[in-house]
């Protein structure tokens, strides 16, 4: 099997078995959706204008987006995403999505030059070689107009680290030499067939997400912490049901999203960069 078709052939398989249509719907999940809606909207120009979600997963993004008034192109190498998608672009039919497609981040059949905006909220840890990932960093840039942003999402390097202590994962020793493979060089392997260890990834030192996105040509917007440190936050739970609390949290998380020194911390951390 080719190396593009075995990375392939590992992502569907996960999600095949993964739920990933409502991960963004739980608390922690609502915090990361909220959050990259606010960085989104911190760049992105007003409508009209043409936006690629490349590896949009099942449209919650690409229906936000549409509903405000984007033309929207989602594109990702599964094919339960894509229905999945499509259907939720159908249940929207004023705005729907402009096109759902399987597709590969690395090969994008869109002409040069004709999109404002090209989110990868999730090649760039799927795609575990260096050159995988530069690959669809130039891809994305290719496909922008001058001026057009690309929002890089990646896992960070310290996340399984800290989801094991929190979790109590740490004292499984499986799952202390999968700490130590991200610790030591990003490289996230799951020997097992449990889910909570999730599948073969890359999780990104926030210095490394930075210089793989300028390694592409881009000029770098920010670099910006998702979640940053919510999780330390008690009963979270009881918290994010009330409005009030919720909104300052968020406000407290914007307020120290780009701090260096927590940059790791944050479970994802996101790399803005524009086509100059």
């Known amino acids: 099997m080719k190396q593009a078709d075995k990375i392939i052939n590992t992502v569907v398989t996960y999600y095949n078995q993964y739920n990933e249509q409502t991960r963004l719907s739980n608390h922690w999940g609502q915090v990361e959706f909220l959050r ?46 894509v229905q999945q998608a499509q259907t939720a672009s159908e249940a929207q039919p004023g705005t729907p999505i402009a096109s759902c497609s399987v597709g590969d981040a690395r090969l ?6 004709v999109a404002d905006a090209v989110l990868l909220l999730g090649p760039l840890y799927h795609l575990v070689a260096a050159q995988d990932r530069a690959q ?22 310290f996340a399984s680290t800290i989801d094991g202590l929190d979790t109590g994962h740490f004292l ?28 073969d990834t890359f999780f990104h030192h926030p210095d490394e ?10 000029e770098i917007a920010g670099l910006l912490a998702i979640e940053g440190i919510s999780y330390m936050m008690k009963d979270f739970d009881k918290n994010w049901e009330v ?21 790791g911390a944050s479970p994802h951390i996101m790399c803005v960069g524009t086509k100059v």
């Open 36 to 81: 990259t809606q606010t960085i989104i909207k911190h760049y992105l120009k007003h409508p009209p204008a043409v936006i690629l979600d490349v590896g949009g997963a099942a449209g919650r993004y690409a229906c936000w987006l549409a509903q405000a008034g984007y033309e929207v192109h989602l594109i990702d190498p599964v094919p339960l995403h």
């Open 108 to 113: 994008l059949t869109f002409d040069t030059s």
């Open 136 to 157: 669809a960093l130039s891809e994305a840039y290719r496909v922008l107009k001058r001026g057009g942003y690309v929002f890089a999402a990646g896992i960070s390097r």
């Open 172 to 199: 499984d020793p499986t799952f202390q030499k999968i700490m130590q493979g991200d610790l030591k060089n990003g490289q996230h392997r799951n020997p097992t067939d449990n889910p909570a260890y999730f599948t």
């Open 209 to 218: 997400l930075r210089a793989e996105v300028a390694g592409a040509g881009f």
């Open 243 to 263: 409005e009030s609390h919720r909104k300052l949290m968020l406000e407290i998380i914007g307020s120290i999203e780009r701090e260096p020194s927590l940059l």
